[in-house]
């Protein structure tokens, strides 16, 4: 009996012993109260709605002034051209065409990113993956997207859409392209997507393919590789802030280049404090002796 009872003493012992060496469970956090500011601006607020109808407007605009006017380049930047010395392709005698990026663009993606701010655990490559196969019944237009897209159409302007979802999910893509009341894309041909070639998510590939077929006289996009992979170089966030304001990009913006609110992701969400605040412009509040 002493025998049996000292096994089970020894049993018990190992087993508190174990329970006390193994990992605590973390606690589940609750989902978050509120979506993020950045989704609150794009896909809540009337500020945002109001911004991409005024970019949608201008663009339409400029689209059917230029498409009457028959411009001799595009704005599609020519292979061997810099951010500093720009230069074109040439148009000939090519169809017109307006070139979109997709997501936050000319779509937004209100079902996954439901999902991300309720999930909390950011991008996920499967998520979205899974999203592009499967979430077109939860996609919304763009305000003001249908109708400039509708007007470039009667212009005559053939609507592009190049965008860096997988070329393995084109038929969903243009399920969901289509579900937003944006038209009906064809892959390889108003459709360009990433794997349509070896260049990855960059798109100045792509958009040469689509300036060799096309006189492309509008781009739009929520983020400046949407516009020339120019941009996407590993450069200090100041320079490349400053790269889309010098003269010669600064004259493109609302004259053939036309960018969308997008605070959510993207290249854009870079820098710290000492990237986005100069030093000679910050401020603190004055002490008591500084203040009279």
């Avoid at 509120?34 to 607020?45: E, T, V």
């Avoid at 407007?57 to 009457?68: E, F, N, P, Q």
């Avoid at 779509?107 to 993956?129: F, M, P, Q, T, V």
């Avoid at 304001?245 to 004259?251: D, G, H, Q, Y």
């Amino acid at each position: 009996m002493r025998a049996v009872a000292l096994r089970a003493m020894t049993v018990a012992l190992s087993l508190t012993m174990l329970a006390a060496c193994a990992p605590m469970p973390r606690p589940i956090a609750p989902p978050p109260a509120n979506p993020p500011a950045g989704m609150q601006y794009l896909y809540g607020s009337g500020e945002a709605a109001a911004l991409s109808v005024q970019a949608f407007a201008m663009l339409a605009a400029h689209a059917s002034t230029t498409a009457k006017a028959r411009p001799a380049q595009s704005v599609v930047l020519a292979s061997g051209a810099s951010l500093d010395q720009p230069r074109f392709v040439p148009c000939g005698d090519k169809p017109l065409a307006a070139v979109f990026d997709v997501d936050e663009t000319v779509l937004l993606n209100i079902g996954y990113e439901y999902h991300d701010a309720r999930s909390g655990k950011g991008y996920d490559e499967a998520a979205w993956d899974a999203w592009e196969r499967t979430g077109a019944g939860a996609v919304s237009p763009v305000p003001g997207a249908v109708a400039a897209l509708a007007q470039l159409r009667a212009a005559g302007v053939t609507v592009v859409f190049n965008t860096n979802r997988s070329a393995a999910n084109a038929a969903a893509t243009a399920q969901a392209i289509s579900a937003a009341g944006l038209g009906e894309p064809v892959h390889g041909q108003t459709l360009f997507l990433k794997g349509d070639d070896a260049m990855g998510s960059g798109k100045d590939g792509r958009r040469a393919t689509i300036a060799a077929r096309y006189c492309v006289i509008a781009l739009g996009g929520d983020q400046l590789g949407d516009f020339s992979d120019l941009f996407n170089a590993r450069q200090p966030v100041a320079v490349r802030r400053a790269a889309a304001t010098t003269p010669a990009i600064a004259a493109l913006w609302g004259r053939g280049w036309f960018v969308l609110p997008n605070p959510v992701y993207g290249s854009g969400l870079k820098g710290g404090f000492d990237d986005v605040f100069p030093m000679d412009r910050r401020w603190a509040l004055p002490t008591d002796g500084e203040k009279n």
